[in-house]
């Protein structure tokens, strides 16, 4: 039940109990006394008809009125309350920086709408705080990664390494290497989030850049003896940035023929989809269990164990994939019935749609 | 040949001289921007490796000056916050090149030679390594005399290993140079295509002429 309709039911009682009390006072007043005169009584008696009728008739319209304005004035109170609930519904991590408006009277709600909004504000600080801490831990890494792979690289150019030393050095500079790669993806992450990504917005002839990721994953597939497929290529253009949009098909490509079924397909289309660019990419893999679906695009989602130890990758290809995405203001979904297939489709807004990303 | 290394992380900067002074350049090294400077309008040099962050005066802003005063000397920037537009403003600012840390050091090295020779490029239009031709006009490639399938992507990559007969190839130069990324799309797609070059070029002949340089890149060459 609703404050409104509460607050309405209580009001009624209330309007109806003084309604009673009205009556029982005005039976006090003027019930007929046993004990005057006969004649007396008779007039008594029209009186406090009299008065009985002026209270229905004038009580009763009056009570009706005061529920409905009772009505009228709750709603009028408690509309900034549906308004805050709405725009507190929509706060996430991105928009904490977004007030909500205030109505500046200093009523209650004009207080509370005071309070959110120096939580959110609190809550921003916060984020904020981590997303810095992570860029520094960022680039604190680098400098001693700099210095370990550059130091492993000087000791594997001494012809004299012995073998089992060499492959040692070689093993430690591969994981350097994967630490490395690690740092650069959790850097363009949080840079993304702070929003200090600029991309560049130009005309992208989607169809030139599915062609080369086609041709790109054929190579990536072969050794896996996985068949690539271009089903569909309509030549369409979208606004974005070229480099990003490459690393994003190739990413997606590059999933697809890893977490495939050996000799399994990937097939990849590029159609027209009202004001967008449809990009689906489909493969015959193992499949992601359902579960499992809503966690693929986060930060270091690796699926099942068995595929950290054969395949290789920072965990962050999915994330940077949506941003990339949603950057470009579009959207990326991903359905996968196990053992059967798993389609990721990229929708991109068209250029001729006039939008701009 | 001399390169000025400018670095103030003494350990990175002791590797980086060492791996140059290995490939035969004299090597200056200073900490800071004002020295670099000083010792820039005071000395010739082929080729300047730049690091952004550097105590007082920062990589940027020694470049900025060097072009102001009409110092042309080939700058190599470095930097540990790797962020495209970052690439861009230094490009901007004058350089000659830009590479995101952690490197390898492959990879440097690879860049410095560029840098320094830049104007000696081979310019002739027929590649050769042992039998191995290649024809940048006719895009053709033949080994002993036997014509040699390319698709486009693996000529660029034939022609860019070519080009630098004998030196490293980083894995990031060639994803630059063949694939024109300046970011690492995080696959392996360049092993794969080495992969699968080699099985072109190399599998029925001898010498074998491209070479793996494990955690480092490539070279072309007729002798391993």
């Not at chain 1, 977004?98 to 909004?117: A, I, K, W």
């Not at chain 2, 490009?91 to 090295?109: I, M, Q, R, T």
């Not at chain 2, 024809?135 to 990559?157: C, N």
Request: overall charge neutral; aromatic content about 6%; glycine content about 6%.
């Amino acid at each position: 039940m609703t404050i409104r309709t509460r607050l309405s039911l209580w009001y009624a009682t209330i309007m109806f109990i003084s309604l009673l009390v009205m009556g029982v006072l005005t039976y006090e007043q003027f019930a007929p006394e046993p004990d005057r005169p006969a004649k007396k009584q008779a007039a008594d008696k029209e009186d406090f008809q009299e008065a009985l009728a002026n209270i229905l008739w004038c009580g009763i319209p009056a009570a009706l009125l005061a529920l409905a304005g009772g009505w009228f004035l709750m709603r009028r109170a408690l509309t900034p309350v549906a308004a805050l609930t709405a725009a507190a519904g929509q706060v996430n991590e991105s928009n904490l920086r977004r007030q909500l408006p205030r109505s500046g009277n200093g009523d209650e709600l004009d207080r509370l709408t005071e309070v959110f909004n120096a939580m959110t504000a609190r809550l921003d600080g916060s984020f904020q705080r981590v997303r810095e801490f992570t860029l520094h831990a960022s680039h604190e890494l680098k400098t001693p990664l700099t210095i370990m792979h550059g130091e492993l690289e000087t000791e594997l150019r001494d012809e004299k390494l012995a073998a089992a030393q060499r492959e040692q050095r070689v093993s430690q500079l591969d994981e350097v290497q994967r630490l490395s790669k690690i740092v650069d993806g959790l850097t363009l992450l949080t840079k993304a989030d702070a929003g200090q990504v600029q991309l560049v917005a130009e005309p992208v002839r989607l169809d030139e850049v599915v062609r080369e990721t086609f041709a790109d994953a054929q190579i990536l597939a072969e050794p896996r003896g996985v068949k690539v497929e271009l089903t569909a290529c309509e030549e369409l253009t979208v606004r974005g940035d070229r480099h990003r949009l490459r690393q994003l098909l190739l990413n997606l490509a590059d999933n697809a023929i890893k977490y495939n079924a050996p000799r399994g397909d990937v097939k990849l289309a590029l159609r027209h989809a009202g004001d967008a660019a449809e990009f689906t990419i489909a493969n015959t893999g193992a499949g992601i269990p359902p579960e499992l679906l809503p966690k693929v695009f986060d930060r270091f989602f690796r699926g099942d164990a068995s595929h950290n130890a054969e395949v290789d990758g920072c965990g962050l290809g999915l994330s940077i994939a949506q941003w990339i995405v949603s950057a470009h203001g579009g959207s990326i979904r991903i359905a996968s019935a196990p053992a059967i297939s798993t389609i990721v489709t990229v929708r991109l807004p068209l250029e001729a749609a006039g939008k701009t990303p | 040949m001399r390169v000025l290394v400018v670095e103030d992380e003494k350990k990175t900067a002791s590797f980086i001289r060492k791996a140059l002074q290995a490939e035969n350049f004299a090597v200056d090294v200073t900490h800071n921007g004002d020295d670099a400077l000083a010792l820039a309008s005071t000395t010739p040099f082929d080729g300047i490796v730049l690091d952004i962050m550097l105590p007082g005066r920062d990589g940027l802003g020694v470049l900025k000056q060097l072009r102001a005063r009409k110092n042309t000397t080939p700058v190599l920037l470095l930097s540990a916050r790797g962020e495209v537009n970052e690439r861009v403003e230094g490009l901007n600012a004058g350089a000659d090149d830009y590479l995101p840390k952690p490197f390898a050091l492959a990879e440097l090295v690879a860049r410095v030679r560029a840098l320094t020779r830049r104007s000696g490029e081979s310019k002739s239009t027929v590649l050769r390594v042992a039998d191995l031709t290649l024809d940048t006009i006719s895009h053709r490639a033949q080994r002993g005399g036997k014509e040699i399938e390319l698709t486009a992507r693996e000529y660029r990559l034939l022609e860019f290993l070519m080009r630098s007969a004998g030196r490293l190839c980083g894995r990031m130069m060639i994803l630059e140079k063949v694939w024109d990324y300046h970011f690492d799309p995080g696959t392996n797609l360049v092993d794969v295509y080495v992969r699968r070059l080699r099985e072109k070029i190399d599998a029925d002949f001898e010498p074998k002429l491209l070479h793996t340089v494990r955690g480092s890149g490539y070279v072309m060459k007729e002798t391993p």
